[in-house]
Nanobody
């Protein structure tokens, strides 16, 4: 059974930083890509960033230049470094793993940006 465990969310002031971590377990298959999505209250879940095993990345326009996604393939772990956070980044952030075109989700971690 594939499991994704996220950590690193919390409350931060505008302009601050957070680092999210997601560790995948329960599979020996290649996870490609891994990524982060987010869902704010009353809004649809949206893509934040994805990364392939080869290191190719894709970002939402709203986070380009502020967020950086990275991964450790040996550990099946993906990271999201979030800098210059804004109130509009407030959401539940979900880790996603694509395994042979099956999507798996983490339980979500809350990120709140507020003064």
């Amino acid at each position: 059974q594939v499991q994704l465990v996220e950590s690193g969310g919390g409350l931060v002031q505008p302009g601050g930083s957070l680092r999210l971590t997601c560790a995948a377990s329960g599979t020996r298959l290649r996870i490609d890509p891994m990524g982060w999505y987010r869902q704010a209250p009353g809004k649809q879940r949206e893509l934040v960033a994805t990364i392939t095993t080869g290191g190719n990345t894709n970002y939402a326009d709203s986070v380009k230049g502020r967020f950086t996604i990275s991964r450790d393939n040996a550990k099946n772990t993906v990271y999201l470094q979030m800098n210059s956070l804004k109130p509009e980044d407030t959401a539940v952030y979900y880790c996603n793993a694509d395994i042979l075109r099956n999507h798996y989700w983490g339980q979500g971690t809350q990120v709140t940006v507020s003064s």
